[in-house]
């Protein structure tokens, strides 16, 4: 069993910046893809973000490219998701979520963001972006 657990939400001025920590507890798994998922309202959840439990590849939605990048800090258990350059989409509350083992591909050859792909999620932060 894995815990989750997302914080770091804020409200702040487009342009700003953020940084999202997810702890993680429980069952020790030898690999654990993760990954931050977003939902606006009105909107269909979607992925942002996941790196693979090596560290060493990572995916980044086109939609923040450039602004958002995700990381991990193993000894503290904890992933990482840095936003710059927020905008006012990015309006949305912003999840942590785990799968044990590696991250898989989708048919576009990047790592899956599906809901369905992972297995353990956070309870959420909310990031509301004003201009």
């Known amino acids: 069993q894995v815990q989750l657990v997302e914080s770091g939400g804020d409200s702040v001025q487009a342009g700003g910046s953020l940084r999202l920590p997810c702890t993680v507890s429980?069952?020790?798994?030898?690999?654990?893809?993760m990954g931050w998922f977003r939902q606006a309202p009105g909107k269909e959840r979607e992925g942002v973000a996941a790196i693979m439990p090596d560290g060493d590849s990572t995916y980044i939605a086109d939609s923040v490219k450039g602004r958002f990048k995700i990381s991990q800090n193993n000894p503290k258990n904890t992933l990482i998701l840095e936003m710059n350059s927020l905008k006012l989409d990015d309006t949305a509350m912003y999840y942590c979520a785990a799968r044990p083992g590696w991250c898989r591909f989708g048919l576009d050859g990047t790592i899956n963001t599906e809901d369905a792909e992972y297995d353990y999620w956070g309870q959420g932060t909310q990031v509301t972006v004003s201009s």
């Open positions: 429980g069952k020790t798994y030898s690999r654990l893809c």
